[in-house]
């Protein structure tokens, strides 16, 4: 937990989104959004932590939350603010949050996100990550850390349309940013060769009941 991080934000960020095409579609995929060296300190960061900073990733939240490997095998570890990469990545996330909300108008509220680390053979099963109207998960966005990702690696993710067509074969290289609708687009982690990290992380609306607001996670 010893990285350190130096370069302003936009000195990260080397490829605008295609709004229009986040409009048009429910998703965008930019193949280079953030610069080579800050990718590789992430990189680098998520292989030194060691295994008790992670946790097997579950599905459902809060009661609701159960582990189960046969849907989805990756280890996961939320981003918390009082550390210095993971609170450099948090706010340059909520920044995009507030850039989203110009061009789309979208009410995004806030936003959370994970690490997560997909052992060789490991995968997750199609999902949905939001279901309508009981989700307050609103614009899911994929970062990806792997330098050198070869097809032959796997790992893909694979983005589904309306009827079930593979949409979008997506490998997890390094400087990738995906954004989708969290609750239009059913899509998969296919098991690869390699250690496949990335951050996973959900936009969300603010669904609050008598001022509190909806549990995180
Ligand atoms: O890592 C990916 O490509 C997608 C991960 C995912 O679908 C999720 O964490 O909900
Ligand atoms: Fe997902």
Not at 22 to 33: E, S
Not at 35 to 60: F, H, T, V
Not at 121 to 148: C, E, M, Q, W
Not at 181 to 209: K, M, P
């Amino acid at each position: 937990m010893t990285a350190e991080i130096s370069l302003s934000e936009q000195q990260f960020r080397t490829q605008a989104i295609d709004y229009d095409q986040l409009a048009a579609h429910g998703y965008v995929i930019v193949p280079q959004y953030l610069a080579a060296p800050y990718c590789l300190q992430l990189y680098q960061y998520a292989q030194q932590l060691s295994s008790n900073c992670w946790q097997q990733a579950g599905i459902g939240r809060a009661d609701q939350y159960t582990t189960n490997t046969a849907v989805r095998q990756d280890k996961i570890r939320w981003l918390q603010r009082e550390f210095e990469l993971e609170n450099a990545y948090l706010t340059m996330m909520d920044n995009l949050r507030l850039e989203v909300n110009r061009e789309l108008f979208m009410g995004l509220f806030d936003y959370e996100c994970h690490l997560a680390h997909y052992p060789p053979g490991a995968f997750y099963r199609k999902h949905l990550d939001a279901f309508k109207g009981r989700s307050n998960r609103i614009l899911t966005s994929v970062f990806y850390l792997n330098p050198d990702w070869q097809d032959a690696d796997g790992g893909q993710l694979i983005i589904y349309g309306k009827r079930g067509e593979v949409l979008e074969t997506v490998l997890p290289e390094a400087g990738k940013l995906v954004l989708f609708l969290s609750d239009v687009f059913v899509h998969e982690v296919l098991a690869g060769q390699r250690d496949r990290y990335s951050i996973t992380g959900w936009y969300r609306h603010n669904n609050s009941i008598n001022g509190v607001i909806d549990p995180t996670r």
